[in-house]
């Protein structure tokens, strides 16, 4: 073969190859091709779109220092004196072109045009990439980091300088459910990321071939949504049957998961299934209907669903019809000028002649009666009650800066005094008895008998002080003991950890010791950290544990399992938490100072009564 045969011959090659290239493009477009709504028409007002760049400031903000381009889409029907909706898309780029295959802002003109979605206002951001200092160092490029993990740093973004910063131009709504968030790829978890830790902020989520998989642990979802506390949000998914199958995991499976997961749930969704590749061909072709579906029924309001399975360990434990509500703050504190006492110790508050201030709720206790006790949050300086009529009272004065509370036998109140570094014993009869002193106590528990443990947590000890005063350790296993609670028939202790994602599970033995100790409930942790922040804890009359975390009350089974997550009544950090109120059915939550309520279908247990639980599903 001469040399210039071969090569007339490779040329041949490459001209073959990319016409079959050309015509697997054609193909792919023949199979999903883009409908009239995706191709500008005739008499259809057209909005605006315009670039920006954005810097986050040095040293602050969620992604400080990075750099990146977005664009902002306005409809010609948007006025300034009514706020428009928001949808923001990640990857901005490949959605804001008008020759690509998703053509975001002719089918917004389109659908606008059509009253087939409301006046919306697009935000189209690009990853951020933080600039190298020379021209011959690389950037560091952000995507991945702030697109596929799973906390609200990506949402603090969003909501805490670019929106913020195009909001200065132009009128934004700021309902939830005026807001939608979109992407493709790891742009596609990262949008539902959004929804899902700031339903308070979006209720709208499109996800194309969305990267449900382990890029940074994206793979956990399904099973978060199936324990979690339903959200207020709709989702859309889509993805195809030959997406990726790669190290991180297979995107087709992770996509069936994460619809599966939605529907067992009780969410609004709907999952859209093609034979495509890792790419937006389905994707731009759906898109028109996609948003029609999205934006449905606007502007009736997307509401939490109600779990609709009946294996839905969710069901058990939540009653639909009751929410979080406020209990107490600093204005709604009674202070009353007159003394006033009732018949036994436990049922008499003391009122106080002088204003106090309240720094917010701490430690939590209930009575026998279900009348709950919670301490100042500040100091501890005050110990409150809360009342027959709801109105927190103050129930004692020089607390010693009180944080641990439990009820044992007789009415008696052990608390961890803080300041005085003493656990005292307050008995029916208003007396008040030292029961040791020297001692860092954050929290306790007391048994039938009247021994307590207490937890350590600088010391990375458990305690136990017998009924006759002697005192020693009975567990340095705990890296960082804080809430202690007895299971309902007192065999056993559980220990919390908020530095790890472990509650700890001791054998109780006769003399108060403590053996056959195992990291045993497994928590669930938020994104960039495996702290937990497990605190408070509280049991109900089956066994199961229920634990203060930062994603929310943690409800385990007796085997150790994560069965369901209690939101939060709101954003802050949760401490303590107990069943009270006349039934026991009223679980209470400290939070960030505040005192809040949530009537369950579970009912708890009272300490110093034992009871053995059922045996539990393995």
């Not at 529907?263 to 590749?277: N, P, Q, S």
């Not at 369901?564 to 109120?581: E, Q, V």
């Amino acid at each position: 073969m001469t040399l210039k045969a071969s090569a007339t011959r490779q040329c041949i090659f490459v001209v073959s190859a990319l016409f079959v290239l050309t015509a697997m493009a054609r193909a792919a477009q023949e199979e999903y091709p883009l409908g009239p709504d995706s191709q500008r028409q005739p008499g259809v007002p057209q909005g605006t779109v315009t670039h920006y760049t954005w810097t986050s400031p040095a040293g602050t903000g969620a992604y400080p220092g990075t750099s990146r381009d977005y664009w902002v889409y306005v409809p010609a029907q948007y006025t300034a004196d009514k706020a428009a909706c928001v949808m923001v898309f990640q990857d901005g780029a490949s959605f804001i072109k008008e020759d690509g295959r998703a053509r975001v802002p002719i089918v917004f003109d389109n659908l606008i045009a059509k009253h087939e979605m409301p006046v919306t206002i697009g935000i189209f951001v690009n990853p951020g990439v933080l600039k190298a200092p020379s021209p011959d160092q690389q950037d560091r490029f952000n995507r991945s980091f702030e697109y596929d993990g799973l906390g609200d740093r990506y949402a603090r973004f969003a909501l805490d300088e670019i929106i913020p910063e195009v909001a200065k131009h132009y009128n934004l709504s700021t309902k939830p459910d005026d807001r939608a968030i979109a992407g493709l790829s790891s742009g596609g978890i990262c949008a539902f990321t959004v929804a899902w830790n700031r339903p308070d902020a979006f209720h709208r989520v499109l996800s194309f071939i969305g990267s449900f998989t382990d890029l940074r642990g994206g793979d956990i979802y399904p099973a978060l949504i199936r324990k979690t506390e339903p959200k207020p949000l709709r989702v859309f998914l889509q993805d195809g049957s030959h997406d990726l199958n790669i190290y991180a995991g297979d995107w087709w499976m992770a996509n069936q998961s994460m619809a599966s997961a939605l529907e067992y749930a009780g969410y609004d969704v709907k999952f859209v299934t093609g034979d495509k590749d890792h790419d937006m061909d389905q994707g731009g072709a759906i898109l028109p209907d996609a948003l029609r579906w999205l934006w449905r029924d606007y502007p009736q309001a997307i509401v939490k669903p109600a779990p609709n399975h009946s294996g839905d360990k969710r069901m058990a434990i939540l009653d639909p019809g009751h929410e979080w509500e406020l209990v107490s703050d600093e204005s709604r504190i009674a202070r009353p000028t007159t003394t006033q006492a009732a018949p036994g110790w436990m049922r008499t508050v003391v009122l106080l002649d002088f204003d106090p201030p309240f720094w917010g709720a701490a430690g939590i206790v209930a009575d026998r009666h279900g009348d709950v006790l919670f301490s100042d949050d500040r100091d501890g300086s005050y110990v409150y009650k809360v009342g027959a009529n709801g109105a927190p009272l103050v129930f004692k004065e020089e607390a010693q800066g009180a944080r641990g509370l439990m009820f044992g036998t007789d009415d008696r109140l052990y608390v961890c005094e803080t300041k005085s570094r003493r656990i005292v014993l307050y008995l029916p009869n208003a007396s008040k008895k030292t029961l040791t002193e020297g001692v860092d106590c954050q929290d306790l528990a007391v048994n039938r008998d009247g021994g307590v443990y207490f937890t350590d947590p600088l010391g990375h000890r458990v305690w136990y002080l017998s009924p006759a005063g002697e005192k020693r350790t009975v567990s340095e296993d705990v890296h960082m003991p804080n809430g202690v609670r007895l299971s309902p028939d007192q065999s056993l202790l559980f220990v919390s950890d908020p530095k790890t994602r472990w509650v700890w599970s001791f054998q109780v033995r006769p003399e108060g010791s403590l053996a056959q100790g195992e990291p045993f409930y497994r928590l669930e942790a938020n994104d960039e950290s495996a702290v937990t922040g497990a605190l408070g804890m509280t049991v109900d009359t089956l066994g199961y544990l229920y634990v203060a975390t930062e994603m929310g009350i943690q409800v385990c089974d007796q085997p150790g399992r994560v069965v369901a997550i209690i939101d939060r009544p709101a954003p802050g950090a949760l401490s303590g938490i107990t069943f009270g109120g006349p039934d026991f059915q009223d679980l209470y939550a400290v939070l960030s100072g505040k005192l809040f309520k949530r009537h369950l279908l579970r009912k708890g247990t009272l300490p110093w009564i034992p009871q053995k639980p059922p045996v539990p599903q393995l």
